[in-house]
DNA sequence: GTGGTCTAGACCACA
DNA sequence: GTGGTCTAGACCACA
């Protein structure tokens, strides 16, 4: 459920977190479902707790899931994050179409390969 | 011209890289045009020569500048190095655009705000 | 396994890349084997770790090896490696011919001195 | 006569050295020709003084001029140079084929290649 | 422990 | 003057 690429330059804290948001966000992991606990999640992918902890402490301060102690961590509550999410999207996508039309891209130009982006 | 953003959490020489492609992408150094001298350019940043050639190393193989030894670097032929640039900022833009997809936006969605970009 | 030599004209990091090119390239440092840490490496051949990242980067950079973050370095797999390899050492061969020929030698001398080449 | 081509990364007086050399191991210059004096020269290929000194330097060194107090700098024996040349050739030769046949080429194989090195 | 970035500063090759 | 290499050593991110 939660692949690690250890060929991707990011760190692995960094997509565990990411592959967090995506679970929760599309609902494979429900509205306050239970989340592996630390120890568990660390044996199965054979990492170092540490990493895994730093990831759901990362995911508790953004708020995607929140931890009752004693009991375990839990996914927050989607319809409060998705659009937080997709205002990271957009935000990501400002600095983009700031760099491109900064080259001479036009609007009309970016939005056509937004429409065919799986062909990119 | 380099501004450097110590909050920024990129490292000081992939800030510097990126601006100097900013720089010669759009003309602002024009081709073959002479770049400030590494020492140079450390102490009018306040930053240590050793990064300034980091940057500039970089910058040479990615074919932005070139270096004429005892000489000083200059900036590349932009032609051809837009096409590559822009192959990189698309690039980035299918990784957004997939993100997007999977939390539930559309392209048409997307291509709009990539329309209204300056106000996102 | 990594002997340095001083009065070789070419820098020390180069010599690094070098060396480690061929013991990935002729299997004696097995795919996905460990590679010393930076460290490590520095102490025992006494030489700055400075110098050893700077292989170690441009080595990854190449391909011969692979970075996991606080791990350590790992060699690629030779088989996508050999070919690249042998194409730089056509390419070289092909500067020498270019040479040889010009002053008179005909290919089938220089292809005989290949033949003949420990006795050069 | 003599074209720099400052993209070469080889230093412009290496480049001066490479042909000078050609021009009179080929006969292009005659024996005892006088070639053109450093003053001349750098005025002509817009080079440092200093930089046509040293290879000329060089050159002496090595056999492929001599130098007159007062009249100049002569090409020597063409007759004594090119069996010192093809040394220098085969020797590099030898680095190839040596590092060629440790990643698993043969001799026929290179031989072949040397043959056919205008397609390389 | 491991790699990544950066500073400070030396010395060399080249023009 | 200009870039290239290297040493010495600090501090940080990551596992």
Redesign the interface.
Known sequence: MIPID??DAR?IYEQVIERFK?LI??GIIKSNEKIPSVRNLAVELSINPNTIQRAYAELEKQGYIYTVKGKGNFASDTAKL?PV??GE??????V??????????T??E??????D?RN?
Chains 1, 2, 3, 4 share one sequence.
């Open positions: 250890s060929n760190p995506m966000l599309r998705l999410y997709k999207i957009l935000s990501k996508l400002k983009i179409c700031s760099a491109a039309v900064e080259v001479g891209m609007e009309d970016i939005a056509n390969h937004v429409r982006w990119l």
